[in-house]
């Protein structure tokens, strides 16, 4: 995107967030604390949640995904996709450029939708400074591959964390973001380092990590990593990886549906939001296997007919929204 383009979303999304500042200071500010992700608010509240995932950056398609009431967010797949951080940035200002009405209608500054995304590597492999450049460009939530083990959930809790000031009333896990950025958020610097924490382990965070597990040894592993402070969720996609983990070639082998049901079981347990990819087929089970983060599937150029019916599923299901 050259200058010229750029210049004219800046001041779109500078006039947009003037006006949400403007309806925030008056004095009907008594009202109950309000994520700025719409993610963790709906969980919070005991909701379901709506998403897609998208490889497409451009302005056209954050247009289209922008103030869309059937979607809480949008992750960005840059696993199998280019790793693009200057156009990631720019989808993110697209959204919230394009919400500028949402923001002066609403008269706050949450996310509509939420942006979350993907990297290359796996748990295993260094990523700390990939999701710090993810989260100073202003993303809710982080999915990591390939989460095998506690230790690796507790190194990125610890990388997704602001370090602590010694007035935090959770100091541990501690975290190791020095200079915290909030990207597009809208908010000031203090406000940006209370919020950008990891939710439910900081009760006001609005950062989301939600490993994804997707070897046998996840699975194994499943209860350790849903007990680490900081985890907000798993993330189980459509199954692919897991079916290649277990030598298989269909996420729909009883091997692999075993594994799932493993984990679900783990999150109905220990009361943590689970999902993934659905489709209009499985929608059903998996909201009653217990699925709370439904994922529409691919959604490049706007919303698909096959999102569309994936989500009528899903609410026909009984889906709380």
Same mark, same amino acid.
Do not use: C, Y
């Given at each position: 995107m050259g200058p010229s383009l750029r210049r004219p979303v800046r001041l779109l999304l500078a006039a947009g967030l003037s006006v949400a500042a403007l309806l925030l200071s008056a004095p009907a500010a008594q009202e109950p604390y309000l994520h700025l992700n719409p993610v963790v608010e709906k969980l919070a509240e005991g909701r379901h949640v709506f998403g897609v995932s998208t490889s497409d950056l451009s302005l056209q398609n954050a247009r289209s995904l922008a103030r869309v009431p059937d979607i809480d967010y949008v992750y960005v797949d840059m =696993?199998? &996709?280019? @790793?693009? $951080?200057?156009? @990631?940035?720019q989808f993110v200002a697209f959204l919230?450029?394009?919400?500028?009405?949402? /923001?002066?209608?609403?008269? &706050?500054?949450?996310?509509?939708?939420?942006? $979350?995304?993907?990297f290359p590597p796996y748990g295993r492999e260094q990523t700390e400074w990939m999701v710090k450049h993810a989260l100073d460009i202003g993303l809710m939530g982080?999915?990591?591959n390939n989460i095998e083990t506690v230790?690796?959930? =507790? &190194? /990125?809790?610890?990388?997704?964390?602001?370090?602590?000031l010694r007035t935090s009333a959770i100091p541990h896990p501690p975290g190791i973001r020095g200079t915290v950025v909030c990207g597009f958020w809208g908010v000031t610097r203090a406000e940006c380092r209370r919020r950008a924490d990891l939710w439910p382990l900081n009760p006001q965070g609005d950062l989301l990590f939600w490993p994804m597990i997707e070897t046998q040894v996840g699975v194994e592993n499943a209860d350790a990593i849903a007990q680490v402070p900081g985890v907000g969720g798993f993330y189980l996609g459509a199954g692919g990886d897991l079916s290649a983990a277990y030598g298989v070639e269909s996420a729909e082998h009883p091997d692999v549906e075993a594994a799932f049901e493993q984990i679900l079981a783990v999150c109905r347990a220990r009361d943590l939001a689970c999902g993934g990819t659905v489709n209009p087929d499985n929608a059903a089970r998996r909201l009653a296997q217990g699925y709370r983060i439904f994922n529409f599937g691919g959604a490049n150029g706007g919303l698909t007919a096959g999102n569309a019916a994936t989500r009528d599923a899903v609410v026909a299901a009984g889906a709380a929204r």
């Open positions: =696993e199998h &996709n280019p @790793l693009r $951080f200057d156009a @990631l940035e919230t450029a394009a919400d500028k009405a949402g /923001i002066a209608a609403r008269g &706050n500054l949450q996310a509509h939708p939420a942006v $979350f995304a993907r982080i999915l990591i230790e690796q959930a =507790e &190194n /990125i809790v610890e990388t997704i964390r602001p370090r602590q």
